[in-house]
C-alpha cells in the first residue's frame, strides 16, 4: 500500500447505529487531518493530530469522536449521526518537519446517513 | 478570518481551448497557497504550492501563478482527461496545520 488508505470506501448507517472510519498513511508522516467535504461547500477540517497529539478541534459535535493510536493510524468514530452528517470523510496527513508541510489526501468515506 | 474565493464555479472548455481558473484569497500572512484536483469519488491529489508572489509553478499542461491577492491555474491546450474540480487553498502564517479552502471550480474538457 501506498500514500493515504482509507476504509471503508462507502458506508451507509442508521441514526442509531456506531461505526468507524480508518485511515492509514505509508508516507512517513507524523500530522494526519480529518476534513469534512459536503456538496457545493469547501473542504472543513475537524481534527488535527501532530505526532498522535491532537492539536485541533474545529468545532465538531461530540457525536465525532477521533482517536490517533500512532502517527500511521486515525480513526473517526461515528455514534448517533444525523442525516446532515451525510457527506464525504477525508483523510490527509503531512509532515511537520520542513516550514511548508503538503497535505496528501486519502481516497475518502462516501458516508449516507438514513 | 481567512478567506478562498474561486471563480468561475464551473468551466466547459473545447479540447485545445486554453483557459484559466481564478483563486482570490485574504490571509494574515500567506506561508502558502496550494492547488489541488479532485475527481469524482475521489480524494484531492496534490499538484502545486507557491510560497510568494511571482512564483509560477508547471506541470505538463498547468501552470500555476501567484500575486499578493490571487493565484491562477493556466490550462494549455486541456484534454478532456483534464476535466476535474480544481481546489485552492490557503496556509496562514501561525495558522498551524490549517488549511483554508475554496469551493473549487470543476472543469469539464470537451472533444
Known amino acids: 500500500e501506498t500514500g493515504v488508505t482509507q476504509t471503508p470506501r462507502h458506508l451507509v448507517m442508521g441514526m442509531t447505529n456506531k461505526k468507524s472510519l480508518k485511515c492509514e498513511q505509508h508516507l512517513g508522516h507524523n500530522a494526519m487531518y480529518w476534513y469534512k467535504q459536503s456538496a457545493k461547500k469547501p473542504l472543513e477540517l475537524m481534527f488535527v493530530y501532530n505526532f498522535k497529539e491532537q492539536t485541533e478541534n474545529n468545532s465538531v459535535p461530540s457525536r465525532f469522536s477521533p482517536e490517533c493510536p500512532n502517527s500511521s493510524h486515525l480513526f473517526l468514530h461515528l455514534h448517533t449521526l444525523q442525516p446532515e452528517d451525510s457527506a464525504l470523510y477525508l483523510c490527509a496527513s503531512s509532515s511537520q518537519r520542513g516550514p511548508m508541510e503538503t497535505q496528501y489526501f486519502g481516497p475518502g468515506t462516501r458516508l449516507l446517513v438514513l | 478570518e481567512d478567506q478562498v474565493t474561486q471563480s468561475p464555479e464551473a468551466l466547459r472548455l473545447q479540447e485545445g481551448e486554453s483557459s484559466s481558473l481564478n483563486c482570490s484569497y485574504t490571509?494574515?500572512?500567506?506561508?502558502?497557497l496550494f492547488w489541488y484536483r479532485q475527481d469524482p469519488g475521489k480524494g484531492p491529489e496534490f499538484l502545486f504550492t507557491?510560497?510568494?508572489a511571482g512564483e509560477e509553478k508547471e506541470k505538463e499542461r498547468l501552470k500555476a501563478t501567484l500575486t499578493k491577492k490571487e493565484s491562477f491555474l493556466h490550462i494549455t491546450a486541456p484534454k478532456p482527461e483534464d476535466s476535474a474540480t480544481y481546489l485552492c487553498a490557503v496556509q496562514a502564517g501561525g495558522g498551524g496545520n490549517k488549511l483554508t479552502f475554496g469551493t473549487g471550480t470543476q472543469l469539464k474538457v470537451e472533444l
Open positions: 507557491l510560497y510568494s
Open positions: 490571509v494574515s500572512g500567506l506561508r502558502g
